[in-house]
């Protein structure tokens, strides 16, 4: 016989619990494979163990969440509810949400709540609400943040500098203040390097600000040298005392190195994974997370993950728009979403655990046939065994014998399996504190004394119709655009942040470019822009109102159908820009930090301005065609259209045809807003009258907004 741990093969009623043999089979009448010997498993309620610290997901490092803040009551709540609401569906106990900064973090850019020095605003952006609505479903989530970047006046360009300590801190001022929320935990900077000093300042600024109990962990990168600064801590008092947790990403892939384990042992910090990354399909990402989870605490001694990321609600044309994510929230126009089966992995730790459990010492560790397993105990005698049996090839038989105080009650039985997910088996009652368990071959197993275990789903969910057209956005429905954080309906910010503000003019609302200076991003920008509708759109127009309010130019775009590859943001698209001399440009841009201008030679572009028709070179690839409005006028709104019929693109400046080619390179894609930019500067301009038509279609009335999609924050 195959044992976990040692303890004496006699057991008072050891035989007597083995002939009952309270079996769960993973195939209905049972398997037909092999099963292996038997596998023998000590739960000693008394052996110790490190404290579970939770499980989770990461909103942010990108504006993953953005779309969800758009959907429909009581759709919204029925997403949080799946992800959040304990004993429910995933019943996540950690959350880690990114500070934003501004700038580009993978999907998407998210407003900061200091776009300069001198201004505050702890409304801005949605991450305030998430963290309020899933604290609000699980009282003892646990809440941790950390800053992919920044605004680029943060320390003059310098993230390692006191001016972010501050800026941390008042945003976690904020979340307090105004949100009556306490923050557990929060990172340094996600995956840029390693900065001692930075922690050690960090640390006297929490303290200074009766921020004390915000635990600051270090230093959230991932490779094979991503643990190499935390052997300073044995010589460096100041360091040990800064950084209360160990934590870094991917321990799936680059597990904790024996000594680093051994030093935090040593000097009693935990280890925690900011940052698993399981990107599957189907199963396959369920069971990989489940065994990620297990293999976390088996070989790299880490008490709390969470993933990337939480929830899918970006256009589907982003990178990673769909794999990582929990559940998919993409469609608020129609209110419909799914859950993903890796979804109900999480279910699988978070409806049998709570934060403040224990791992098990001698009931954790790898199947003999293929898998792992990890034990959980609760402060009193309730425990949980998480299974799952990834590459195995036969059934496993694991006996279990029960002492040390824990429950030696029923206990109720889960699984997943590749056909269905997270279903309720038949129980199990020990008998003289032995039970057996027979585990199918790739199958995840949930056993506990816990009761009140289910499948949470709602009735009804809506099928998912196509984005509104057309639309037509005038801002004006916005009341109070505190309300909704001042971020419009469906436009989602790719780089930089487009806000609702007033019109320079007093008359009315429109959406503001506000980045005034490049933010110090986690990944390379492009220029600031927004993009909204419907990726499969081929033939129509898109037109907006612009005022160069700084100089500078401005513009539309159409046809973008990749916004990058998560690592670097320059679009796949054409658009049309107007600058404040009057010049206007169509720029046809391929996934790169430049565009092609006029008289590239490579491309042999023979185009020319209206009168008539451009035609781009044999390849049909990227092309630009450009003029100048006479008796330009800056100091007043003008209209900018593209309109897309075929190979043929036509622009218009305030009515006119100012140009028109014909360029074969992207056949289909989204509408966005642009606004040019330098190394120093971005131009702030605003944009009004969004529309998004059939060509030469008349004007629609504004496109009407369900009385459901309700505000995400009431005064």
């Known amino acids: 016989m195959k044992r976990m741990d040692c303890w004496p093969a006699r057991w008072p009623g050891f035989w007597a619990g083995w002939r009952l043999a309270a079996l769960v089979a993973a195939l209905a009448g049972g398997s037909q494979l092999p099963v292996l010997a038997d596998q023998m498993v000590a739960l000693r309620g008394d052996a110790g163990g490190k404290r579970f610290d939770g499980i989770g997901a990461v909103s942010g490092g990108g504006a993953t969440s953005v779309l969800l803040k758009d959907y429909p009551e009581p759709q919204r709540s029925q997403v949080l509810d799946l992800l959040f609401k304990p004993k429910f569906g995933a019943s996540m106990s950690a959350l880690l949400v990114e500070v934003p900064g501004d700038g580009n973090a993978t999907q998407g850019a998210e407003p900061s709540h200091m776009h300069e020095r001198d201004d505050l605003n702890c409304g801005r952006g949605y991450e305030w609400w998430l963290m309020r609505e899933a604290k609000a479903r699980n009282p003892n989530l646990s809440l941790d943040a950390c800053a992919w970047g920044c605004p680029g006046w943060v320390g003059n360009g310098n993230f390692w500098s006191q001016d972010m300590c501050d800026y941390y801190v008042s945003w976690i001022q904020g979340l307090k203040s105004v949100y009556g929320l306490e923050l557990d935990a929060i990172g340094c900077r996600n995956e840029k390097g390693v900065s001692e000093d930075f922690a050690k300042k960090f640390r ?120 990582p994510a929990a559940m998919i929230a993409n469609s608020p126009w129609s209110g419909a979403y799914h859950t993903r089966e890796v979804l109900w992995g999480y279910a699988h730790y978070g409806q049998f655990t709570q934060i403040g459990w224990h791992y098990l010492n001698g009931a954790c560790g790898h199947l003999e046939g293929g898998g792992s397993m990890v034990t959980l105990k609760s402060p009193g005698a309730d ?14 038989r694991v006996v279990f014998h029960v002492s040390g105080g824990l429950s030696t009650g029923p206990l109720c039985v889960w699984r997943s399996d590749a056909r269905e997910q997270f279903v309720q088996q038949a129980g199990i009652t020990p008998v003289a504190g032995t039970f057996t368990l027979e585990l199918e071959p790739q199958a995840v197993y949930s056993i506990s004394t816990t009761t009140g275990q289910q499948k949470g ?119 049309l820009r107007l600058a404040a001399d009057g010049s206007y440009a169509l720029v046809a841009i391929n996934g790169k930090a430049g565009a092609v201008e006029l008289g590239d030679k490579e491309h042999q572009a023979q185009l020319r301005t209206a009168g008539g028709a451009g035609q781009a070179g044999d390849r049909g690839e990227k092309a630009m065609v450009d003029g100048t409005v006479a008796h330009f006028d800056v100091r007043q709104w003008h209209n900018v259209k593209l309109q897309f019929a075929g190979d043929v693109i036509t622009g218009y400046v305030d009515g006119a045809a100012v140009l028109s080619a014909t360029n074969r390179l992207f056949a289909h894609g989204m509408a966005g807003l642009v606004t040019g930019a330098d190394r120093r500067t971005r131009n702030t301009a605003c944009f009004d009258n969004l529309l998004i038509n059939a060509n030469g279609a008349p004007e629609p009335e504004p496109t009407g907004f369900a009385a459901r999609q309700t505000p995400i924050y009431r005064p």
């Open 204 to 323: 006297a600024t929490l303290d200074a600000n009766g921020l004390s109990a915000v635990r600051i962990h270090g230093f959230d990168n991932w490779g094979p040298t991503k643990f190499d600064w935390a052997r300073d801590m044995e010589t460096d008092p100041e360091l040990r005392r800064a950084v209360a947790i160990l934590s870094n990403h991917t321990m799936a892939d680059v597990p904790t190195p024996p000594e680093v384990r051994k030093l935090a042992d040593d000097l009693g910090k935990p280890i925690w994974n900011s940052e698993e990354h399981v990107y599957k399909k189907g199963f396959d990402c369920e069971i990989s997370l489940v065994a990620a989870f297990n293999n976390n605490f088996i070989r790299s001694g880490v008490t709390k993950i969470t993933t990337w990321y939480l929830v899918g609600s970006v256009y589907p044309m982003e990178s990673y728009a769909e794999e």
């Open 383 to 396: 425990y949980s065994v998480i299974l799952e049996t990834q590459g195995a090839t036969n059934v496993q």
């Open 457 to 575: 789903a709602f009735p009804d969910v809506p099928a998912a119709r196509a984005f509104p057209f057309p639309y037509y956005e005038t801002f004006e429905e916005y009341t109070n655009p505190a309300e909704y954080g001042w971020l419009p309906h469906y436009t989602a910010d790719i780089a930089e942040v487009f806000e609702i503000a007033p019109r320079p003019d007093g008359q009315g609302k429109c959406l503001r470019q506000v980045v005034s200076h490049p933010p110090q991003s986690w990944a390379p920008e492009w220029l600031p822009y927004t993009i909204i509708g419907d990726e499969h759109w081929r033939d129509y127009e898109v037109s907006a109102d612009i005022y160069l309010d700084d100089g500078g130019w401005a513009g539309v775009m159409g046809r973008v159908n990749n916004v990058g590859d998560g690592y670097g943001c320059a679009p796949r698209g054409y658009y």
